[in-house]
């Protein structure tokens, strides 16, 4: 019934910037909690950061703080991950992520969130 779509992702030198989207059709998208994770090859599912229904609370990983910066435009229900000074170890497969409670007690866990996107591959060279 939810179905999130990202988009944007794609191939960056070290040291640049990149941008996803993440929407979904349903109306109410923007009232969700949304949440961002990446997983690359032979790690686990990390998580990289959570925003409140509507906004207002955001939550990040110890790894991109300082770096990522995730917002939301609820007139164009999409959720956004600004990612900024990209390093090598940033490669991985980005999905978007979401549930219709907010819990930072839980939020970092994968198994807590009821809806997925498909994924989408951001790659920093060099």
């Known amino acids: 019934q939810v179905q999130p779509v990202e988009s944007g992702g794609g191939l960056v030198q070290a040291g640049g910037s990149l941008r996803l989207s993440c929407t979904a059709s349903?109306?109410?998208?923007?009232?969700?909690?949304t949440g961002w994770f990446r997983q690359s090859p032979g790690k686990e599912r990390e998580f990289v950061a959570g925003i409140s229904g509507r906004g207002g609370s955001e939550y990040y990983g110890d790894s991109v703080k300082g770096r990522f910066t995730i917002s939301r435009d609820n007139a164009k229900n999409t959720v956004y991950l600004q990612m900024n000074s990209l390093k090598c170890r940033d490669t991985a497969i980005y999905f978007c992520?979401?549930?219709?409670?907010?819990?930072?007690?839980?939020?970092?866990?994968?198994?807590?969130?009821?809806?997925w996107g498909r994924g989408r591959q951001m790659t920093v060279s060099s």
């Open positions: 349903e109306r109410r998208f923007s009232v969700f909690s």
């Open positions: 992520a979401a549930n219709a409670s907010w819990n930072i007690a839980s939020m970092t866990s994968s198994r807590v969130w009821r809806y």
